[in-house]
């Protein structure tokens, strides 16, 4: 079974300021897939952010972008010049390949953008 | 947005009596999925189906059922609610064994006294 770990459940960071959400997994898998949703207060789940595990290279999305470290598991996302529609939940997962295309969740860090 | 509809929005209900929720998604999904969200747990799944009356368990299972028996819908039934079960769950879709992303509803928030 897999898990996900984010030990920060909440961080702030001022306006247009860069902050870094932290994200780690156990699995025994070779082929996965991980993200980044955003949970704004309306409730809705909005993917941020995929990364396929077989790529080296970061995703980027805009102002999204990820630190993935396979042979450490970790999956960080930095979120560039922070706006204050960037206050969310924000929950790191878990995909794996040859599954059912079930999510994993972590806790979820709860962010808040300061004007 | 994806159509994926979730009903009702929000549900008190008493302790011991059944609950069903639906989700509706007119995507032509065949991954279809019931999650819910607790304060410092994040999402943890509780049923999934992977197509018409083929559904499997999830984490935390215990105490609910599912079905479905079209495409477009998949219900999630608290056969005696709990107060344990006083939750947000959230209903999810993929279309295939080659698309990752997930399509969330809106969510139903359940309190039950």
């Known amino acids: 079974a897999q898990t996900v770990t984010q030990s920060q459940p909440e961080m702030s960071v001022q306006e247009a300021e860069t902050v870094t959400l932290s994200c780690t997994y156990d699995?025994?898998?070779?082929?996965?897939?991980l993200f980044w949703y955003k949970q704004p207060p309306s409730r809705q789940m909005i993917l941020v952010i995929r990364?396929?595990?077989?790529?080296?290279q970061n995703a980027t999305e805009n102002r999204f972008s990820v630190n993935f470290q396979k042979a450490a598991k970790s999956f960080s996302l930095k979120i560039s010049d922070s706006q204050l529609g960037d206050t969310a939940m924000y929950f790191c997962?878990?995909?794996?390949?040859?599954?059912?295309?079930?999510?994993?969740f972590g806790s979820g860090t709860q962010l808040t953008v300061l004007p | 947005d994806a159509g994926i509809t979730q009903s009702p929005r929000h549900k008190v209900t008493e302790t011991g009596t059944p609950v069903t929720l639906r989700c509706h998604q007119t995507?032509?999904?065949?991954?279809m999925y019931w999650y819910r969200q607790d304060p410092g747990h994040g999402l943890r799944l509780i049923h999934y189906?992977?197509?018409?009356?083929?559904?499997d368990k999830g984490e935390v299972s215990d105490g609910y059922s599912v079905s479905r028996s079209k495409t477009e819908d998949f219900l999630l039934t608290l056969e005696s609610a709990t107060s344990s079960q006083t939750s947000v769950y959230f209903c999810?879709?993929?279309?295939?064994?080659?698309?990752?992303?997930?399509?969330f509803g809106q969510g139903t928030r359940l309190t039950v006294v």
């Open positions: 997962a878990f995909m794996n390949r040859g599954s059912a295309r079930q999510l994993t």
């Open positions: 995507e032509n999904h065949r991954y």
């Open positions: 189906s992977y197509g018409v009356k083929d559904t």
């Open positions: 999810a879709t993929t279309q295939g064994p080659e698309n990752t992303e997930a399509f």
């Open positions: 990364q396929e595990a077989y790529k080296q």
């Open positions: 699995t025994s898998e070779n082929n996965y897939y």
